[in-house]
Every structure is written in structure tokens, then in C-alpha cells.
């Protein structure tokens, strides 16, 4: 068995068609939601390999210190569907900023609340795209609840090395930026081997459609 | 397929689950209540249902709860509030009115939306996990790890000071190394120095007569004839062997080979003192005499480099060996002394603090570099040019100090001065009971 996962040419324009419509939907929906403009970079899709996963972390989202909630998505398919986890890095966490995209007010900020909003805003934009992108694909997808990595800590801990499992899983990578309010943040969508297969499967069946 | 639609899903699954179920619409109106929501807030679902939730529960964090509900409207998407943040939706009592043990339920939350056929979200589902046990043992858990992680931080800083002490151990071993081998080596050169300097002080008396006995003997040369050859003999070999230059030679290399073998016992003395302290009575003594009779002694080495400024604070008597303090306060002032170039200050201080009394001699000398401030108290160690000093008297203080269990320090800025601390136990060494009366 080949450890690499490889798409042919086909299947990765396909896939990022799908992406980008999803990525369409999904800026419209937070836009009403937050009524901002909300700003959603070109989704970059590449793999990371577990052995290099700090140095490629590190090319592709840059900063040192974040803060970081992941969340799993899983399809009603369940093995055989669409399933991963997202994970949402933000590299500047100001409270004001968060109060402002969440639109609710706590009173002073304490970690807590910090917390729940980085929470919050997670689950919020890892459903917008995720949502979308598994209808392009006719799926549907249910989440578990977001839970926070840490805040301010060193992008290398967010995936430990140590116990990761698998050898090589696909990245899906977007940016948010909201102008208006100067936020912005990253999303990563890691697919692992199995479900990447599956999502093979699928994009072929639909460009046979074409 | 009968068994399935035949089930009253409502009223016999949903209401009986043991999760809190309740339904609102995008204005907050409650369309469904659970038992479960029943039961823990005593409202029952007639009294609930078709009312707004804000109405029933004014505490009810409405902008969070409103901003959530409406996010799953838009995306039609979960949303999620976990007891870690928000240890509560409502404010339940918990599972333990018994055993007690927490204030209320911790929940977990989850608001799901319900679509109709055309796809179109019309309900916000909301779900309510009771996970106090949960809580209760990831808050014990978090406890434990603070603790153990206060523990570790505690070991570290133990296993630095047990670094720190190693190393002062190995110092003062080195100290004491070197003590005995200087108190061989003393022991050894100490004899044949001894008759070196007899045998010199007879031999500077003797050369002394044997000049006093040919300035006889050339008193009576005028009385030969001149020119006869004994006569020439003698003037041929006071020319050979420069006679009048050895005359006067021969009383200085005496003296100057006296001072070098005083110099030499005077070190072995001093290496003899350092590697046994043991002479001189244990006593209390005013420390302030013996800073002052100190004072008085290298008077003369003190006066034209610097002014004196004592600053004696309340100190009590302390139990010490006061001529051998003398010796490491003579020592200090000298070194100040040496390390004033043109003219300066040193400043003594002293000063009671809690069970120790802190003697300080501060000058405002060259002072001293890295190198030389972690050398200082090495024996042969010195600053001063060849000949000026033995590089004992530091070392010499160091024991001195130790064996009275205080402690020396030095701080030192280069160009700035030298400052000495020392801290000496009023009550003298915890081992006085051994001590020699």
C-alpha cells in the first residue's frame, strides 16, 4: 500500500471548485450573521506529513504564539464520509476584538469568557465552511463540541508529534478577515488517510456528472 | 415497522430522557419542555410552553443566549456551551443533595436547529447534559496537577540551593585541601628556616668581627715599608677582589638575605595560621574595641590613603576569638588601604540583624573584575605587584570566618570600590560546646 496520498489533477480542481463555492456560501452566511464583511482567503489545499508536522505547521500558518480550538466533524456516512477535525489558530486574541465579532458583552474579561468566545467564533466559522463544503459533496455532518488546544502557547504544541497516529493527512487551509474590525484568523481542516480515499471516490463520481 | 410509528416519540422518549430537552423559535418562545427541564426547574411544560424563556428566567444570560440561537438559525448549524466556560444554563441543583460536595449541576450544552422539509431551520433544539461528576473530577484533576506542578517548581529551586551548597562544599573542601598541604609544607620549610636564620644572625656577628679585624689589621699597613713585596701582594689583591666595594657589599647582602628569610617565616607563620586557627580564647567580645585597636595598629598604613568614617550601629557582645577577628579586620583595612590609589574613603559599618551581627568595610578603590572577585578568597591569590603580598591574608580571613561559622562576601564594581560583608552568629558557632575553653 502506497503511504503517500496523491490526487490527480482532476480531482484536486475539483476539489477546490467545491471549496470555493462552499467558501462563497459560507462568507455570506457569516456576513449576515456577524453583519460585517467577512473576508475568506482562496482555500489552499495541501498534505502534511506527521514527521514534519512542526515545520509545516510553521510555513503555513506562520506565527509562533496562538491560540487554538479544534473541533471534529464527522458525516452521516461515518467512516466512509467526509471526517476530520478543524482546527481554528488565532494569533492575536484582543477580547475587545472577540466581544465585538461575538456581539454579546460579559462585563471584564476573565479567561473564562475569553474562552468560550474563541469557542464560540470557532464553532461558528468551522460550521459555515464545513457545512458548506459537505453539501457540495451531498453529506451531512453532525460536530462535537469545540474544545479549547490553549491559549498563547507555541504553534508547534498544537499537533504533538509524539502521539499522532497517522503518517499523512490532507490540509485544507483559510484565512478570515473581517477589515472592518482588523480580526483576523485561520482555519485548518486535516482529513485524515481514510477519509481522503472516500473524498476521492466522491469527486470522481462527480466529475463523471460533468 | 409498526413498533416504530406506534411510539409516541414525544411523550415517551423525548420527555423521559434524562437530558434536558427544550425547543424555542427565533424569538425566544418555548415550543417544548421536558421532563427533565420539569423537573429541575419545577416550571411545568403548560405554564412554559408558548411563553417567552426571558419572561420565565430573568437571569438568563439573554444577548449570549439570543447571538447563539440566532447563529444556528443563519447557519443552520450546532452550537455548543461547555461547563469548563460556562459552568451553567440554568442554575439546577445538582445530583447530590445527599452527599453534597458542589453548588449545582455543571452542564454541557448543545443547540441543534430543527429544519423543516424544505430544509429551513424553524426551531432551536437545546439539550442539556448533566456532567457534574465529570466537573467535579477534571476540577479535582486540574487541583492535583497545580499542586504536583507547585511541588516540581519547589524541587527545582531545592535541587538549585543543593547545587549552590555543593558547590560552596567543594570550595571550602578545596580550602581545606590546601590548608594541610600548607601546613605540611610550613611544617617542612619551617626547620631548615629556622637555622637559616640562626645560623644567618651568627654569620652577619661574625662577618661584622671579621671586618672589624682587618680594619685593625689596615690601620698598621702605613707602618710597612711601602714598597716591599708583601706590601704590593696586599695591594695587588684588595684591587683583584674590589675590596673596599665588598666591605661595604658584604653588610647589605647580610641584611637584605635576613629580611628575605623573615619575609619566608613570616609566610610560613602566616600559612601555618591559616590552615590551623585554633589558637586564641573563645570569649564575648566587643566588637567595636576590636575594630577600633585594629584601626589603631594599621594606623599608619591608613592615614594618607584614606578617611576613616565609622558608622557602629546597636551590637550586642559576641562570642568569638577576638584577636583572630583583629587579624581579618587588619586584613580587610590593609587591602582597602592597597586598593586606594591616591586618596579615598573606607567606611566601616556594623549592624544587628535578627540573630547574626553584619560587619561591612567598604572602600572606594580600583575594585575588582569578574576573574578576581570569584578568586578572592584563594589562597596565593593576589593583585598586588610580586613581593607586596602573600595572597594569604584573604584566604587566612576565610577560615577565620568559617571557623567562627559566619559567612564573607564580597561585592565589587571595577573602578568603583570593594565592599566585604561579614556575618558572624552573636551566640558563636552552634558547636561552641566542643569548643577548646
Same mark, same amino acid.
Given at each position: 500500500m502506497n503511504p503517500h496520498i496523491e490526487f490527480s489533477e482532476d480531482q484536486r480542481d475539483c476539489l477546490q471548485e467545491v471549496c470555493n463555492i462552499a467558501m462563497g456560501q459560507a462568507g455570506n452566511s457569516l456576513a449576515r450573521l456577524f453583519e460585517r464583511f467577512v473576508t475568506l482567503s482562496v482555500p489552499a489545499i495541501g498534505f502534511v506529513s506527521a514527521e514534519n508536522v512542526e515545520t509545516e505547521l510553521q510555513e503555513l500558518m506562520g506565527s509562533l504564539m496562538v491560540s487554538a480550538v479544534r473541533q471534529a466533524f464527522f458525516s452521516t456516512h461515518g467512516k466512509e464520509g467526509l471526517h476530520g477535525e478543524a482546527i481554528v489558530v488565532f494569533s492575536d486574541t484582543n477580547f475587545e476584538k472577540l466581544v465585538q465579532l461575538a456581539d454579546y458583552h460579559e462585563g471584564p474579561s476573565n479567561a473564562a469568557i475569553e474562552q468560550e468566545l474563541l469557542l464560540d467564533i470557532s464553532n461558528v466559522l468551522s460550521g459555515a465552511c464545513l457545512n458548506g463544503i459537505a453539501e457540495q459533496l451531498e453529506e451531512q455532518l453532525g460536530f462535537s463540541a469545540p474544545s479549547l488546544i490553549?491559549?498563547?502557547?507555541?504553534?508547534?504544541?498544537?499537533?504533538?508529534h509524539e502521539q499522532l497516529t497517522w503518517e499523512q493527512a490532507m490540509s485544507i487551509k483559510i484565512g478570515y478577515r473581517l477589515e472592518e474590525i482588523e480580526f483576523q484568523c485561520d482555519m485548518l481542516l486535516l482529513l485524515p488517510k481514510i477519509a481522503v480515499e472516500h473524498l476521492k471516490n466522491t469527486l470522481d463520481f462527480l466529475l463523471e456528472d460533468d | 415497522m409498526d413498533l416504530i410509528t406506534d411510539i409516541n416519540w414525544k411523550e415517551h422518549v423525548v420527555d423521559r430522557m434524562d437530558t434536558g430537552v427544550f425547543l424555542v423559535d427565533r424569538t425566544i418562545k418555548v415550543l417544548f419542555w421536558n421532563r427533565f427541564m420539569v423537573m429541575h426547574t419545577g416550571q411545568p411544560a403548560e405554564s412554559v410552553e408558548g411563553r417567552n424563556l426571558f419572561e420565565l428566567f430573568p437571569d438568563f444570560p439573554r444577548r449570549w443566549f439570543e447571538r447563539k440561537v440566532e447563529g444556528v438559525f443563519v447557519l443552520k448549524n450546532q452550537a455548543f456551551s461547555s461547563w469548563e466556560q460556562r459552568p451553567y444554563l440554568f442554575k439546577f441543583a445538582h !445530583?447530590?443533595? &445527599?452527599?453534597?460536595? &458542589?453548588e449545582s449541576m455543571y452542564q454541557d450544552v448543545s443547540l441543534m436547529p430543527v429544519l423543516d422539509i424544505a430544509g429551513k431551520a424553524i426551531a432551536v433544539c437545546v439539550s442539556i447534559r448533566d456532567v457534574t461528576d465529570a466537573a467535579i473530577y477534571a476540577t479535582r484533576m486540574k487541583e492535583t496537577m497545580e499542586t504536583l506542578e507547585q511541588e516540581k517548581n519547589e524541587q527545582r529551586i531545592l535541587i538549585k540551593k543543593l547545587e549552590e551548597a555543593q558547590s560552596q562544599l567543594l570550595q571550602s573542601e578545596k580550602m581545606a585541601a590546601i590548608g594541610q598541604l600548607a601546613a605540611g609544607v610550613a611544617h617542612e620549610i619551617n626547620n631548615p628556616i629556622g637555622f637559616i636564620k640562626s645560623n644567618m644572625t651568627s654569620l652577619q656577628k661574625y662577618t661584622a668581627s671579621l671586618v672589624q679585624l682587618l680594619e685593625a689589621y689596615i690601620k698598621i699597613? $702605613?707602618?710597612? $715599608?711601602? !714598597?716591599?713585596s708583601e706590601m704590593q701582594t696586599i695591594a695587588n689583591t684588595k684591587d683583584q677582589i674590589d675590596f673596599e666595594y665588598l666591605v661595604e657589599d658584604i653588610g647589605d647582602l647580610m641584611t637584605e638575605s635576613m629580611d628575605g628569610v623573615n619575609r619566608v617565616s613570616k609566610i610560613v607563620k602566616d600559612l601555618k595560621d591559616f590552615s590551623h586557627v585554633d589558637q586564641g580564647d573563645w570569649k564575648y567580645e566587643d566588637l567595636h574595641r576590636c575594630i577600633d585597636s585594629t584601626l589603631n595598629v594599621a594606623w599608619n598604613e591608613l592615614k594618607y590613603k584614606a578617611e576613616i568614617k565609622k558608622q557602629y550601629g546597636e551590637v550586642p557582645q559576641v562570642f568569638c576569638m577576638g584577636s583572630q577577628l583583629n587579624q581579618v579586620f587588619l586584613n580587610l583595612l590593609v587591602n582597602a588601604a592597597h586598593a586606594i590609589e591616591n586618596r579615598g574613603i573606607i567606611t566601616i559599618t556594623t549592624a544587628q540583624k535578627g540573630e547574626k551581627v553584619l560587619i561591612t568595610v567598604a572602600d572606594t578603590g580600583s575594585g575588582m573584575n569578574q576573574e578576581q572577585l570569584r578568586r578572592v578568597f584563594e589562597p596565593f591569590f593576589t593583585t598586588k605587584p610580586v613581593g607586596k603580598g602573600t595572597g594569604l591574608g584573604m584566604s587566612l580571613s576565610y577560615g577565620i570566618i568559617d571557623k567562627h561559622e559566619g559567612k564573607i562576601e564580597v561585592e565589587s564594581q571595577e573602578g568603583e570600590g570593594t565592599t566585604f560583608n561579614i556575618w558572624l552568629p552573636i551566640e558563636g558557632p552552634a558547636t561552641r560546646d566542643a569548643l577548646p575553653a
Open positions: 490553549g491559549t498563547n502557547i507555541p504553534l508547534a504544541g498544537i499537533l504533538d | !445530583n447530590r443533595p &445527599v452527599t453534597g460536595g &458542589v699597613e $702605613d707602618q710597612l $715599608d711601602q !714598597n716591599s
